[in-house]
């Protein structure tokens, strides 16, 4: 076993395909962007044009270039069945496991369902902003649904970058830490309506069956047209059936959500499957004020849909339920897309069969719904519109990124096209690589230097926190490590 590789399961990375519904403006062209900083980009085409989208790309992509390779040849259990209990820090896994991103490019699917942070710095009122908040914060989980690959493990001194001009955002990231692993990430919106920022190191422990993945670090979101900031921790994912049978995801544990400057806060209860699966992929809670008055109800499904409801019409109807008196009974989400089954008919008996889709409540109020993926999602490791374009490489723009961005990673790269004796070697490589590296920072008594964040409190909840330095975007990367 090779000690000095993490195990990160792919359940602790967010986000699926833009959002539709009354409230959606994924698609919508964002309008008055300018920087937040005086950072300036080395994007420039003739005249001193900006190209229109992310990192110069014009149009992107909606296919990987290669398909997903089987792992039926492949057996977890061989590595595994040593690990009962334990927490799973230095543990090799075959590529197979894997699927064609760094952890880094994972986080970055939290920004998919960026609108709803555009849409909360747009409201007036403090109820509606925690609404598209806690809309956000559960939407942020919602690509992991099937997405049972492995990332790959960043490398120290690893960045992602991704510029979305036309989703009114940036973001980096940099693995700051490898051992504990930590990955630290900072998003702006480009018409300076809010800042996204937080530091992720998940614990992960394998229990016989099942490889469960504890949340450990503070998300922070800040609306500066309003002054307020929004924290939270995401819930706990465990990933199923990774001896043998389908594997299938479940996400549980309470999300609270406090705004800062009110005391206003969102109770979300991410539900366990419970017996027979009844409670699977559901999501109920509510927004209280600071004297813990509930304001409002919100209830749904994290791989569906949100929706919300004031408490009296809440609380009539549920009186109506009991007493079997339906006047206005309660009609299926009928939305673009049902829920899928998440059992074929001859897998592992203790795989839950996914139960009726999200029952509206009359009266109730649309705050998210997932899209459908792309036709071709199952040979694309079950990725996203969004995840799709996230290792997108055109000619000309390694001339714009760090060496250290994701997208230049040879394993990564080999595994994309298909290539996986070549990403296999390339993994190997960079693994021997980064300890040779650690080896030599021991021997000249020398300590690794962050490039883009520093350690320090968040300013909100005075927890540790790595913080951003600023100046990524004067793209002044003369001094950054040769890790590939």
């Known amino acids: ?43 420039s085409g003739k005249s001193g044009e900006r190209p229109s989208q992310e990192n110069g790309i014009q149009k992107h992509r909606t296919a990987l270039p290669a398909p997903m390779f089987t792992r039926s040849d492949f057996s977890v259990w061989s590595i595994l069945k040593k690990c009962i209990g334990l927490e799973l820090s230095k543990i090799t896994m075959p590529i197979a496991f894997n699927e064609p991103l760094s952890f880094l490019q994972r986080i970055t699917e939290y920004m998919e369902h960026v609108f709803l942070i555009h849409r909360a710095s747009r409201q007036a009122q403090p109820l509606e902003r925690m609404q598209s908040v806690a809309a956000f914060a559960v939407s942020a989980v919602a690509s992991q649904w099937e997405r049972t690959g492995k990332p790959f493990n960043p490398l120290l001194g690893e960045t992602y970058e991704l510029v979305r001009e036309d989703l009114g955002f940036r973001f980096i990231s940099e693995q700051v830490s490898h051992h504990p692993p930590i990955s630290a990430f900072y998003s702006e919106g480009l018409s300076q309506d809010f800042v996204f920022h937080g530091s992720i190191y998940p614990k992960l422990k394998f229990w016989g069956k099942s490889v469960e993945a504890e949340p450990r670090g503070t998300i922070t979101l800040e609306l500066l047209k309003h002054n307020e900031a929004y924290t939270w921790t995401n819930p706990t994912c465990c990933v199923h059936n990774v001896i043998i049978g389908k594997l299938w995801i479940e996400q549980y544990g309470v999300v609270e959500i406090l705004n800062h400057r009110t005391g206003d806060k969102c109770v979300l209860h991410f539900k366990p499957c419970g017996l027979f699966g009844k409670e699977l992929h559901r999501v109920e809670g509510h927004i209280q004020d600071k004297n813990k008055k509930k304001l409002f109800i919100i209830y749904g499904k994290w791989t569906e849909c949100l929706w919300g409801i004031e408490p009296a019409s809440y609380e009539s109807f549920k009186k109506q339920e009991k007493r079997g008196d339906h006047p206005r009974k309660a009609k299926l989400d009928d939305g673009p897309e049902k829920a899928d089954s998440d059992v074929a008919g001859d897998v592992a008996d203790d795989v839950p069969v996914a139960q009726e889709t999200v029952h509206v ?54 595994m994309e096209n298909g290539n996986m004796d070549l990403a296999s070697q390339e993994k190997e490589r960079l693994e021997e690589k980064q300890r040779e590296a650690r080896r030599e920072r021991a021997k000249e008594e020398t300590e690794w230097r962050t490039r883009w964040f520093y350690p320090g409190d968040n300013p909100y909840t005075g927890t540790p926190d790595w913080l951003y330095a600023g100046d990524y975007f004067e793209r002044n990367f003369s001094d950054c490590p040769d890790i590939y």
């Open 1 to 43: 076993m090779n000690g000095e590789e993490e195990f990160f399961d792919a359940v602790t990375g967010f986000d699926s395909d833009n959002s539709s519904g009354e409230f959606s403006e994924a698609n919508q062209k964002i309008t008055g962007m300018i920087d937040l900083d005086t950072s300036k980009s080395t994007r």
């Open 361 to 414: 409540i009359p009266g109730s109020k649309l705050l998210w719904r997932i899209n459908s993926r792309p036709p071709n999602s199952a040979q694309m490791y079950n990725f996203t519109s969004f995840t799709v374009s996230l290792n997108e490489l055109e000619s000309g723009m390694e001339k714009t990124l760090p060496p250290t961005d994701c997208r230049l990673r040879p394993d990564i790269r080999g």
